[in-house]
């Protein structure tokens, strides 16, 4: 089994770091467990440090006071979340959820700093991803302010399929999940799928899907701003 130094290294955002001071930072990581549905943290609560996710998938999100969840993000092993409030002292910006049974570690405000002092390469590498967080957020303000539900989940439809690297795909995700990713309810995700298989557009088997026109989904998800 990979000691704790080497798991450290898959994790991109310090992939920069020597061993020893991977060795260093994971000896101070307190490590996590979660079942699925269980919360890792929820807005507001205080920051303690950076989660490492080794195992598992979860979604980053938003709740309304009236109790309607938007999805920010769904964030899969090996990366991390909970980058934003490191140094700005704030609590954290949205909740997380484990979708599957997540292992993580906990790295503390301080012991991060601290790497960060020693290697200016890792806060660089926090910039970067915290870059790629803003540019999640921008495109997501931009398709539920200007695109249409049905614009959205072409476009997203799209993404699983690049991400999948193939016309043919599970959905990464449940409907109601896809619904609050999209900022809608999931009848309205069904209502749309149903219209786009009618329109042979795509065919979905359970979770299966097949894009059969990608060129029509492109046209579909085109934002008129």
Avoid: H
Avoid at 112 to 123: I, K, Y
Wanted: hydrophobic share 45%.
């Amino acid at each position: 089994m990979p000691n704790r130094a080497e798991i450290l290294a898959r994790i991109p955002l310090f992939a920069e770091l020597s061993p020893a001071e991977r060795e260093a930072l994971a000896a101070r990581a307190v490590g996590k467990s979660y079942a699925a549905g269980r919360r890792l943290f929820s807005e507001g609560e205080p920051c303690p440090g950076l989660y490492v996710l080794l195992t598992g998938r979860v979604k980053i999100f938003k709740t309304s006071p009236s109790g309607r969840e938007i999805m920010l993000a769904v964030e899969e092993a090996p990366s991390t979340v909970a980058e934003v409030p490191l140094f700005d002292g704030g609590a954290f910006p949205a909740s997380v959820v484990a979708l599957d049974d997540v292992t993580a570690w906990l790295i503390r405000k301080e012991d991060f700093r601290q790497a960060c002092r020693q290697n200016p390469e890792l806060a660089l590498k926090l910039l970067a991803v915290t870059g790629r967080r803003l540019r999640q957020l921008v495109g997501l303000v931009e398709a539920v302010t200007f695109g249409s539900v049905r614009q959205r989940l072409a476009r997203t439809l799209l993404d699983f399929s690049a991400e999948a690297s193939s016309d043919t795909f599970t959905l990464p995700v449940t409907q109601e999940e896809l619904a609050q990713r999209l900022g809608t309810v999931r009848e309205v995700v069904s209502r749309n799928l149903s219209r786009f298989q009618a329109e042979g557009l795509l065919r979905i088997q359970r979770r299966e899907v097949t894009l059969l026109d990608r060129a029509g989904l492109e046209r579909e998800c085109e934002l008129e701003i």
